[in-house]
């Protein structure tokens, strides 16, 4: 009988969207995949020369305790991350969790880089912010080069995604969360500054942040308290991953 670790049935081949598995590249990433989600990791893959890596050598131990198969296959490797000399890489099943309730909470509405969204995910784990919310359509959060952005990131975080924003709101109705005091957060231009702004400690809060190019639609402004990061006239914009940054940490700094 195939047990939940059997990974045989998986085939190594480079990453499409619709699979229901994907790679962790980079022996970083894999030992967060093998440290926070251990339970989706199926198999871990190394090639010939990073065998004198200590990395992958705890990566060899942790496979062991964990009873999952480690393999030397160069050419498997290639299949998965073919640009770039990558020592190792975890396969694991994708999983999308619902947001914890009464939690600090970031949504992406319609991300579409996937450097940007994994640099925001690697932001929010540096400053204990674990639940993100996707709207959808959106960039590919387990496309291994997301994946490889966050540098493992992702696996400490608890991914959802979402039709709507309304669909988000729907689902932490539904959840218990407590939405009259959760407090809704779009960055928009239109917004008041957010050095204006008091995050209440003991309050969560939702930080919504639009796509690279559009932002947030018109509709945001009628949704809870819309802020604006103030800059020099000397750029038009600051870019997603930036006012990410700025947003959570001043509210994390509010909330310490």
């Known amino acids: 009988m195939k047990t939940d670790r059997d990974a045989g049935e998986i085939e190594i081949k480079p990453y499409k969207r619709d699979f229901l598995h994907s790679y962790s590249c980079g022996v970083f990433p894999t030992c967060e995949l093998a440290l926070n989600k251990p339970e989706i990791l199926k198999k871990i893959i190394v090639t010939n020369n990073s065998l004198g890596n200590g990395g992958v050598a705890k990566l060899r131990e942790t496979a062991e305790k964990l009873c999952v198969p480690f393999v030397i296959d160069d050419k498997a490797m290639a299949r998965i991350y073919p640009k770039e000399n990558v020592y190792a890489a975890g396969v694991f099943t994708k999983r999308f969790e619902n947001p914890a309730k009464n939690?600090?909470?970031?949504?992406?509405?319609?991300?579409?880089?996937?450097?940007?969204?994994?640099?925001?995910?690697?932001?929010?784990?540096?400053f204990e912010i674990f639940d993100l919310a996707l709207i959808t359509p959106c960039c590919d959060v387990y496309n291994p080069k997301t994946v490889r952005a966050s540098m493992g990131a992702v696996f400490r975080l608890r991914i959802s995604q979402f039709d709507s924003f309304d669909g988000y709101?729907?689902?932490?109705?539904?959840?218990?969360?407590?939405?009259?005091?959760?407090?809704?957060?779009?960055?928009?231009?239109?917004?008041?500054?957010?050095?204006?702004?008091?995050?209440?400690?003991?309050?969560?809060?939702?930080?919504?942040?639009?796509?690279?190019?559009?932002?947030?639609?018109?509709?945001?402004?009628?949704?809870?308290?819309?802020?604006r990061i103030m800059h020099a006239d000397t750029v038009d914009s600051l870019n997603l991953p930036v006012a990410a940054a700025i947003g959570i940490y001043k509210l994390r700094k509010n909330n310490y």
Do not use: Q, Y
């Open 103 to 126: 939690r600090n909470h970031v949504v992406l509405v319609n991300p579409s880089d996937m450097g940007n969204l994994g640099t925001i995910m690697r932001t929010m784990a540096a």
């Open 169 to 227: 709101v729907e689902h932490l109705k539904k959840s218990g969360d407590s939405i009259p005091d959760r407090e809704f957060f779009p960055f928009m231009l239109d917004g008041r500054p957010v050095e204006e702004v008091n995050f209440e400690a003991g309050k969560a809060a939702t930080l919504i942040l639009g796509n690279e190019a559009a932002g947030l639609p018109e509709s945001f402004l009628g949704v809870g308290k819309p802020v």
